[in-house]
């Protein structure tokens, strides 16, 4: 996804694989185990553990495949990114709505839900203040928006202690009720009987309980937020899953042990408090309601960020108004995505219909599950150059085809009321889309060895003002987009200060200096100029390359057209994402060839030899995993001394030569032999791309 001038920019990682792992476990733990389980045992009494089992099955398979989409487009949007790329904007514009409006339901119920628990509390400390269910879940809906407004970081830290103390809490009674049904510390009391209703009501309750498992895919929703996504997004997506699911099954386990399914249907949505008193008292009742407002608040808070997140997405590829994807300068976060998510929240619990919110947002997301497994299964086959998992889901494609089954089917044994308003969200974004998005399509997404920090690079090209060489305008053409620093410099004696040179010479220097310029004017190129006066070209060079944060090196050579890459390496320290993404610009946007030349000594011995071919099995499948095709890679060794005598040797006047700085610890001897070295000996221009 491009960057928009007008006030967007890309989120800042700053979240851990602990944080991530909150927004998933802290999405989902709330309902599950604080509101369900009274519910669920009406329907299908302790078999409703089952049910749990069987949704837990269900969310695992679509995290695991959502983990090898997020690792292969590790974007902030989630889904909504996914089937976007996969099937364009119409799928992903009705995915991008339900995700948002679907987060939006969820996180009005998680606070429907901590508004209960907070009265309940407020009653039991001898509080009588009538029933301000609606009025606290309002209010904490707005307090959690500020919240997050102020900052992810500050987001997830509340995230972090919430489910660490949530954690805690539940595993000390679950651990004791535990104890207790297997009469280590009680009598024996296994749930019986099972299935009272019989083996059809297990099935309608797993789409009933499914809300409890909405959490986990809002992790790849922030993806573009997390630190080491390869890494962390699917361990952060599994983890959370088979976190909750087990936590989800004990709760039922230990409830039905506890009380009979017909009490705990009576109970309904607090029953978990009595359960608690039956275990160890009113200490236990006090310490599940304090868990209750933990999960419900944390739940809701991880709702808010992904939901934001979602359509921050949506408007940053104009899909809704811009002002949507504007981030906060001091805050960093996309303060009017927060508020189109908050206040629609706050209005939903105004409502008090707590199911309605429950299924409907379950609705919603199992759409984008079962689209999430479809999507996966299309980019297996298709096989576009820029999908490069880090992660692969196992028993491929067994596993996404259970996946997208039961998403789809668990819809069909919903309530009749939840699939006419959830359906009817996703016909209004259909009609949306058809009366005020504009018709457009999507660039496919940047393979995962480009950086995309430096798509868009800054070079700067130093120009000797006492004898200047015509620009390459061929080669600048190439780019897709950069900025251009054009560097006039002119040598002056060791014993002369700058200073002095500049007012003796300033005036004739940019007469010559203009010439230059002139060249550049009336291109579409985004380049601005400054003139140095230097005893020292390669320190000056150098200190400017720091100062503005200058991504590559351009000397100045004629070329009518560029016929070709020439890219000589010696070490594998130089094939690193900066020279792939900078081949990517050129090779992909202009179909070059690229040329690598492998330098090898004379004599190369044969465990010299073993490292070359690896070098060059190394550099060609870096090129081939950046969407270059087989016929655009030439590859060649050239026995020379060093760098300047292969380019000497190979460079012809239409070539542009890429040469990659192997390291930074000696920059100034690296220009200096560029300068002395190479460049005369160059028809051609030369691009250096520098390391980081």
């Not at 972090?160 to 954690?167: A, F, G, P, Q, Y």
């Not at 309601?289 to 808070?301: E, F, K, P, Q, R």
């Not at 699939?419 to 999507?442: D, E, N, R, T």
């Not at 140095?532 to 100045?556: C, K, M, R, S």
Request: with cysteine; net charge negative.
């Amino acid at each position: 996804m491009g960057n928009k001038e007008s006030g967007a920019k890309n989120l800042e990682r700053t979240l851990s694989l602990g944080a991530a792992l909150a927004i998933g476990v802290g999405t989902m733990v709330g309902a599950g185990i604080f509101v369900f389980p009274g519910i669920a045992a009406g329907y299908a009494g302790p078999a409703a553990m089952v049910s749990f089992a069987i949704g837990g099955i269900i969310a695992l398979v679509v995290a695991v495949s959502t983990a090898e989409l997020a690792t292969a487009m590790p974007e902030s949007g989630g889904a909504y990114f996914y089937v976007s790329r996969v099937y364009g904007p119409l799928a992903g514009f009705i995915i991008g709505i339900g995700q948002w409006v679907g987060l939006v339901f969820a996180s009005s119920f998680y606070l429907s839900g901590f508004g209960q628990y907070a009265i309940d509390l407020i009653h039991r400390l001898g509080f009588q203040m009538g029933d301000l269910v609606v009025l606290v879940a309002f209010g904490t809906a707005l307090l959690l928006m500020i919240i997050n407004l102020l900052g992810t970081k500050g987001a997830g830290k509340l995230q972090n202690r919430v489910v660490i103390i949530l954690t805690g809490l539940l595993s000390l009674l679950f651990g004791y009720g535990l104890l207790n049904a297997a009469g280590i510390v009680g009598e024996t009391a296994w749930p019986t009987p099972f299935a009272p209703n019989g083996i059809g009501p297990v099935f309608t309750t797993t789409a009933l309980i499914f809300t409890s498992y909405l959490g986990f895919v809002q992790i790849a929703t922030v993806a573009g937020e997390i630190k080491n996504p390869d890494k962390n997004i699917p361990r952060a997506l599994v983890g959370s899953v088979l976190i909750v699911a087990v936590l989800y099954v004990v709760a039922l386990f230990v409830s039905t042990s506890v009380l009979s399914a017909e009490t705990l249907s009576e109970l309904g949505e607090t029953a978990m408090v009595e359960v608690a008193r039956a275990l160890v008292g009113d200490i236990g009742a006090l310490i599940v309601i304090t868990a209750g407002l933990l999960a419900t608040l944390s739940s809701a808070n991880a709702s808010i960020l992904s939901s934001s997140r979602a359509i921050y997405a949506l408007s940053l590829d104009d899909l809704l108004p811009d002002n949507i994807s504007r981030v906060n300068d001091r805050f960093g976060t996309p303060h009017i995505a927060l508020l189109a998510v908050g206040f629609p929240i706050a209005g939903l619990t105004m409502l008090g219909r707590i199911e309605v919110l429950a299924e409907v947002a379950s609705l919603l997301h199992l759409v984008i599950y079962g689209m999430i497994c479809v999507a996966l299964m299309s980019l297996r086959y298709e096989k576009p150059y820029w999908y490069n998992p880090t992660f692969k889901i196992p028993a491929f494609p067994v596993l996404p085809i259970i996946g997208a089954l039961a998403s789809f089917g668990l819809i069909f044994l919903m309530e009749p009321i939840s699939q006419v308003m959830g359906l009817g969200i996703l016909g209004l974004a259909l009609g949306w889309y058809a009366l005020f998005v504009p018709a457009k399509s999507f660039s496919p997404p940047l393979p995962s060895v480009v950086d995309q920090a430096i798509i868009n690079p800054r070079i700067v090209m130093p120009i000797e003002i006492e004898d200047p060489k015509p620009v390459p305008r061929a080669l600048l053409e190439a780019f897709t987009d950069f900025k251009l620093d054009v560097l006039g410099y002119q040598i002056v004696p060791e014993q002369t200060s700058p200073e002095q040179s500049r007012e003796a010479f300033e005036e004739e220097s940019h007469k010559k200096f203009d010439k230059v310029l002139d060249q550049l004017k009336g291109q579409d190129i985004d380049f601005q100029s400054d003139t140095v006066f230097t005893p020292n070209f390669a320190e000056t060079l150098n200190a400017f390359i720091d100062e503005n944060d200058t991504q590559a090196v351009l000397t100045a050579r004629p070329i009518s057209s560029v016929k070709r890459l020439l890219v000589p390496v010696y070490t594998k320290s130089q094939v690193n994402s900066n020279l792939v993404t900078m081949l990517y610009d050129l090779a992909i946007s202009s179909d070059l060839p690229v040329s690598l030349i492998v330098m090898v000594s004379g004599e190369s011995e044969s465990d010299e030899r073993d490292t070359i071919e690896a070098l060059e099995d190394y550099a060609v499948q870096q090129l081939e995993l950046a969407g270059l095709g087989s016929d655009q890679i030439r590859t060649n060794r050239a026995e020379v001394a060093n760098i300047a005598e292969a380019v000497d040797e190979l460079a012809a006047e239409d070539d542009v030569v890429i040469l990659s700085e192997a390291d930074t610890s000696n920059r100034d001897s690296f220009f200096n032999t560029i300068h002395n070295d190479i460049e005369d000996k160059l028809d051609c221009p030369l691009l250096v791309v520098l390391n980081d």
